[in-house]
């Protein structure tokens, strides 16, 4: 399990890269960005019984300039700009925001290499006792931390998006459900 959610960030943080290449010319990302939307299937994410959920409604989340879903979360109780990316198996974030929203870790905890389109690099697993976005709230979601050169975006990945009831994209918006 821990190889598939290792390989599954490994992808994710190449595609994150990928990302940020493509946004320095709008009409390939736009591109790429329609062709992506079309290629996800519909789904129905289950909650995890054992986690706690805390959702109020629907939020709606438009794209920016660039195509890209982005919205204001709280982790913890740190407040940060984060890209929703359904291609990440996990949150993915760097060890200077981790550090702002609480989570304390050991460089002996940095034990997964990843690739990113800066490199190798070394991560960490952790859990996030809090992810808020909009008006939902979802406890103890799990994250890869890792070095600061490595990634300059929040990801929120599935680790968060399978404990909603649903999400879809509708008329140019992301629309989590409770």
């Keep these: 399990m821990l190889r598939l959610l290792l390989a599954a960030s490994l992808i994710s943080a190449a595609a994150l890269g990928t990302v940020e290449y ?77 550090r702002r929203a609480g989570i304390r870790l050991q460089p002996s905890d940095y034990i997964h290499e990843v690739i990113t389109a800066n490199g190798r690099a070394k991560a960490a697993r952790a859990i996030i006792g809090q992810v808020t976005v909009g008006s939902i709230r979802i406890m103890n979601v799990e994250a890869l931390v890792m070095e600061d050169s490595s990634l300059s975006t929040v990801l929120i990945g599935m680790s968060f998006m399978n404990k909603l009831r649903g999400f879809e994209y509708k008329s140019g918006n992301l629309v989590l459900r409770r």
Aim: hydrophobic share 30%.
């Design 22 to 98: 493509l946004t320095r010319d709008q009409d390939t990302a736009s591109a790429l960005t329609a062709k992506r939307q079309d290629a996800i299937p519909e789904t129905k994410p289950q909650a995890d019984k054992n986690t706690a959920l805390r959702l109020s409604g629907v939020e709606k989340i438009g794209r920016d300039q660039s195509g890209h879903y982005r919205t204001n979360i709280r982790l913890n109780n740190y407040n940060v700009q984060g890209l929703i990316d359904t291609g990440a198996t996990t949150i993915a974030l760097n060890e200077t925001i981790a």
